[in-house]
Nanobody
Framework: QVQLVESGGGLVQAGGSLRLSCAASGGTFSTTAMAWFRQAPGKEREFVAGIRWRGGSTNYADSVKGRFAVARDYAKNTVYLQMNSLEPEDTAVYYC????????????????????WGQGTQVTVSS
């Protein structure tokens, strides 16, 4: 059974940094696309960043380009999201997700394209 476990959230001041981790287990991930989504109160869940396990190509939402970086450790089955220059607007619950569409183009960015989800980790950015 596939499990995704996030960690690394917390409270940080605007301009600060956090690194989220997503440990994946219980499946074969080499053909998947992994992504980070976030959901703020009263808003829909939105795509933040993604990475293909095979090849490592990345994709970002316009709102985080240049500030966030997604990476994967193939040996540890772990995906990371390095978040720099955080803004209050980045406050949300961040979710890690896995999609079987690792080889499709364009990159899957809709929540319904992902079949496994972590429990979420809260990120709060104070002004």
């Amino acid at each position: 059974q596939v499990q995704l476990v996030e960690s690394g959230g917390g409270l940080v001041q605007a301009g600060g940094s956090l690194r989220l981790s997503c440990a994946a287990s219980g499946g074969t991930f080499s053909t998947t696309a992994m992504a980070w989504f976030r959901q703020a109160p009263g808003k829909e869940r939105e795509f933040v960043a993604g990475i293909r396990w095979r090849g490592g190509s990345t994709n970002y939402a316009d709102s985080v380009k240049g500030r966030f970086a997604v990476a994967r450790d193939y040996a540890k089955n772990t995906v990371y999201l390095q978040m720099n220059s955080l803004e209050p607007e980045d406050t949300a619950v961040y979710y890690c997700a896995s999609s079987p569409a690792g080889g499709t183009y364009p990159y899957p960015k809709q929540p319904n394209e992902y079949n496994y989800w972590g429990q979420g980790t809260q990120v709060t950015v104070s002004s």
